[in-house]
């Protein structure tokens, strides 16, 4: 119902110019593993010495932590701090690191030592010194405010800490009474200033600073602990923060759910807050990506990066300045109230992303305040920009049990496969509705019994980095019943592969990737676990695809990234189970089809 509204909205708004994204082409790289899981952590970069900092949170047995890890943001090593000073168990806290006077400090506000119901949130704010690994209670006057899932982000402007929103205390079942103060905090001085009273009153919100702009940024949160917020903050830094208002943004785009508890961080090169997971309901939670891209001047777009992940929320994301990247530090709950250890990277395209024209501006003032209805079907959602409708033909669905396969032309081994033809009549589609190929573009199964990893002859290839040859893999002996050899769009996201029929092994199978596609994912089924091969040939030249492997989950399981257009090719031992291959366009896009095969390894 929210999603109907907005695309109203949008309808009757005025459209913008075309314009050109800074991010896209994502997708979530494992990156290394904390020593011990954790949820609702906090943390922060140390961008001069390329480290990053994870304090506390809550484990798998639900104990609040003390441990303080050091990531390496070169090595990817990770290693626990041995600090002394005093024990400082928190979770639901802030963190922010200063540098004063080349002297490197983790700050730590609010936040609780507890996780039963109406526990008091702290009020002690506590420095560690990175130097000597020494914790201290930092003295603050102003009257520090005892608060707990506030929203925490370091002004460089001003060099001071802005903290907003939050909760007193754990409340009943999670649910509590917002906050809507901002305070701010001069770590040098100790002093605390009390900003505006009226800000927006959440908690389980994100902030980040905003560098382009000077302002601090706020994102989703929660009014009530039951349902999330769509809405985008903005204090302008312009001026001292303690005298800014914080007013609602103007965004555009396909608006993302509303959330709370997710992660978030500003990402500096490609000038986009990014986004992930959380909440849309208690006990709701997300496994979605996007980017609200500001690359452009006046306008703050949001953006599916199609980067589906795992079903997670607490989770601690943080900017890597040395490899421009999002980390997600902490793996958060993926189940339930269970911790993860697990530390992803978001890896993106370094160069602009074509993207069709602009979607209108939606005022904050237009989006509606209904609470999301958990029992909605993912076909009641608005389509994201990277749904589009698919140029391909109706899907081509090979054996089923009763039909009757005519001899190949040209092949000794047995039959091939044909094409069931389209519905005919007043008969309902059994897929989604198609838009008919425009002329020039109808596909038929390319089923040449090529190898997958071996380039086109016509091909131009790069002698130093082409890949040594494989055997052919051999067509099969009987045809699989109920699966595909072309993709069935909407394929752009994980989530949308479950629903769509499997591809047929041993067989090629074709596919698009035109103008505005994010990526295709192609179902895999296998009755019996072994070693899965798949290969990526015929891309179009000057492109160049890349081959990805994930489970249900959406744990990346291989890869393969050559360069230019030499073919693709993967191996990896797996169960029984689902899977999906991600065909992913790292550089450009054509409407000249690719060819995907896989089979599982005698």
Same mark, same amino acid.
């Given at each position: 119902?929210?999603?109907?509204?907005?695309?109203?909205?949008?309808?009757?708004?005025?459209?913008?110019?075309?314009?050109?994204?800074? =991010?896209?082409?994502?997708?979530?790289?494992?990156?290394?593993?904390?020593?011990?899981?954790?949820?609702?952590?906090?943390?922060?970069? @140390?961008?001069?010495?390329?480290?990053?900092?994870?304090?506390?949170?809550?484990?798998?047995?639900?104990?609040?932590?003390?441990?303080?890890?050091?990531?390496?943001?070169?090595?990817?090593?990770?290693?626990?701090?041995?600090?002394?000073?005093?024990?400082?168990?928190?979770?639901?806290?802030?963190?922010?690191?200063?540098?004063?006077?080349?002297?490197?400090?983790?700050?730590?506000?609010?936040?609780?030592?507890?996780?039963?119901?109406?526990?008091?949130?702290?009020?002690?704010?506590?420095?560690?010194?990175?130097?000597?690994?020494?914790?201290?209670?930092?003295?603050?006057?102003?009257?520090?405010?005892?608060?707990?899932?506030?929203?925490?982000?370091?002004?460089?402007?001003?060099?001071?800490?802005?903290?907003? /929103?939050?909760?007193?205390?754990?409340?009943?079942?999670?649910?509590?009474?917002?906050?809507?103060?901002?305070?701010?905090? @001069?770590?040098?001085?100790?002093?605390?200033?009390?900003?505006?009273?009226? /800000?927006?009153?959440?908690?389980?919100?994100?902030?980040?600073?905003?560098?382009?702009?000077?302002?601090?940024?706020?994102?989703?949160?929660?009014? @009530?602990?039951?349902?999330?917020?769509?809405?985008?903050?903005?204090?302008?830094?312009?001026?001292?923060?303690?005298?800014?208002?914080?007013?609602?943004?103007?965004?555009?785009?396909?608006?993302?759910?509303?959330?709370?508890?997710?992660?978030?961080?500003?990402?500096?090169?490609?000038?986009?807050?990014?986004?992930?997971?959380?909440?849309?309901?208690?006990?709701?939670?997300?496994?979605?990506?996007?980017?609200?891209?500001?690359?452009?001047?006046?306008?703050?777009?949001?953006?599916?990066?199609?980067?589906?992940?795992?079903?997670?929320?607490?989770?601690?994301?943080?900017?890597?300045?040395?490899?421009?990247?999002?980390?997600?530090?902490?793996? /958060?709950?993926?189940? /339930?109230?269970?911790?993860?250890?697990?530390?992803?990277?978001?890896?993106?395209?370094?160069?602009?992303?074509?993207?069709?024209?602009?979607?209108?501006?939606?005022?904050?003032?237009?989006?509606?305040?209904?609470?999301?209805?958990?029992?909605?079907?993912?076909?009641?959602?608005?389509?994201?920009?990277?749904?589009?409708?698919?140029?391909?033909?109706?899907?081509?669905?090979?054996?089923?049990?009763?039909?009757?396969?005519?001899?190949?032309?040209?092949?000794?081994?047995?039959?091939?496969?044909?094409?069931?033809?389209?519905?005919?009549?007043?008969?309902?589609?059994?897929?989604?509705?198609?838009?008919?190929?425009?002329?020039?573009?109808?596909?038929?199964?390319?089923?040449?019994?090529?190898?997958?990893?071996?380039?086109?002859?016509?091909?131009?290839?790069?002698?130093?980095?082409?890949?040594?040859?494989?055997?052919?893999?051999?067509?099969?002996?009987?045809?699989?019943?109920?699966?595909?050899?072309?993709?069935?769009?909407?394929?752009?996201?994980?989530?949308?592969?479950?629903?769509?029929?499997?591809?047929?092994?041993?067989?090629?199978?074709?596919?698009?990737? @035109?103008?505005?596609?994010?990526?295709?994912?192609?179902?895999?089924?296998?009755?019996?676990?072994?070693?899965?091969?798949?290969?990526?040939?015929?891309?179009?030249?000057?492109?160049?695809?890349?081959?990805?492997?994930?489970?249900?989950?959406?744990?990346?399981?291989?890869?393969?990234?050559?360069?230019?257009?030499?073919?693709?090719?993967?191996?990896?031992?797996?169960?029984?189970?689902?899977?999906?291959?991600?065909?992913?366009?790292?550089?450009?896009?054509?409407?000249?089809?690719?060819?995907?095969?896989?089979? =599982?390894?005698?």
């Amino acid at each position: 119902m929210v999603g109907s509204a907005l695309l109203l909205t949008a309808a009757a708004s005025t459209q913008l110019p075309p314009m050109q994204a800074q =991010i896209g082409g994502c997708r979530w790289e494992a990156d290394g593993r904390l020593p011990v899981p954790v949820a609702d952590a906090a943390g922060d970069v @140390d961008a001069l010495r390329g480290m990053a900092y994870v304090h506390g949170g809550v484990d798998r047995d639900g104990v609040v932590r003390n441990e303080v890890f050091r990531v390496d943001l070169k090595s990817g090593a990770v290693e626990r701090m041995i600090t002394s000073g005093g024990n400082v168990t928190r979770w639901a806290h802030g963190a922010a690191l200063v540098d004063p006077g080349g002297k490197p400090q983790l700050l730590i506000l609010g936040g609780n030592t507890a996780t039963a119901d109406d526990f008091p949130a702290e009020k002690r704010v506590y420095t560690l010194d990175l130097a000597g690994s020494r914790w201290a209670i930092t003295p603050v006057t102003g009257g520090m405010p005892a608060v707990q899932d506030q929203a925490v982000a370091f002004d460089p402007l001003h060099k001071v800490l802005v903290m907003q /929103g939050g909760r007193t205390s754990n409340g009943v079942d999670g649910i509590s009474v917002p906050q809507g103060e901002t305070f701010v905090l @001069d770590p040098a001085t100790g002093q605390l200033t009390r900003g505006q009273r009226d /800000g927006p009153a959440l908690y389980g919100h994100t902030m980040v600073y905003d560098a382009g702009r000077k302002r601090m940024l706020v994102y989703g949160g929660t009014p @009530d602990g039951k349902k999330g917020s769509p809405l985008v903050w903005e204090l302008s830094l312009e001026a001292a923060p303690d005298r800014g208002v914080w007013r609602a943004v103007s965004v555009s785009g396909a608006i993302p759910q509303p959330r709370f508890n997710h992660g978030a961080a500003y990402d500096a090169a490609r000038q986009a807050m990014v986004i992930f997971g959380g909440q849309k309901i208690q006990n709701d939670s997300l496994d979605d990506t996007w980017a609200l891209d500001l690359s452009t001047s006046g306008l703050a777009v949001w953006r599916d990066l199609a980067a589906p992940h795992q079903k997670r929320a607490s989770v601690l994301m943080l900017y890597d300045p040395i490899r421009g990247d999002v980390l997600q530090i902490s793996g /958060g709950r993926p189940l /339930g109230d269970q911790s993860s250890r697990d530390i992803f990277r978001l890896v993106c395209n370094a160069v602009p992303t074509a993207t069709d024209d602009a979607p209108p501006i939606i005022a904050p003032t237009q989006l509606p305040t209904a609470t999301p209805d958990p029992t909605a079907t993912p076909d009641a959602r608005v389509p994201t920009p990277t749904e589009h409708p698919t140029n391909l033909p109706p899907p081509v669905t090979i054996g089923t049990p009763t039909s009757t396969m005519p001899p190949p032309v040209g092949s000794p081994t047995g039959p091939a496969p044909t094409a069931s033809p389209p519905p005919t009549g007043g008969a309902a589609p059994t897929e989604p509705e198609r838009r008919p190929a425009p002329a020039g573009r109808i596909l038929l199964p390319l089923l040449l019994l090529r190898s997958p990893i071996q380039a086109d002859p016509g091909k131009p290839a790069d002698p130093a980095s082409t890949p040594p040859p494989t055997p052919a893999i051999a067509p099969p002996t009987a045809t699989p019943p109920g699966c595909v050899i072309a993709e069935v769009e909407p394929n752009d996201r994980l989530t949308d592969t479950w629903d769509r029929p499997p591809l047929c092994p041993d067989l090629p199978a074709i596919g698009i990737l @035109d103008q505005g596609d994010g990526g295709d994912y192609l179902r895999v089924t296998l009755a019996e676990g072994g070693r899965l091969q798949v290969g990526l040939a015929d891309i179009p030249s000057g492109r160049d695809y890349d081959l990805l492997l994930y489970n249900y989950e959406g744990q990346s399981l291989g890869s393969s990234q050559q360069p230019g257009n030499l073919p693709e090719s993967l191996i990896a031992d797996v169960a029984a189970g689902e899977y999906a291959i991600r065909v992913y366009p790292s550089i450009g896009r054509s409407p000249q089809p690719y060819e995907i095969r896989w089979r =599982i390894a005698p």
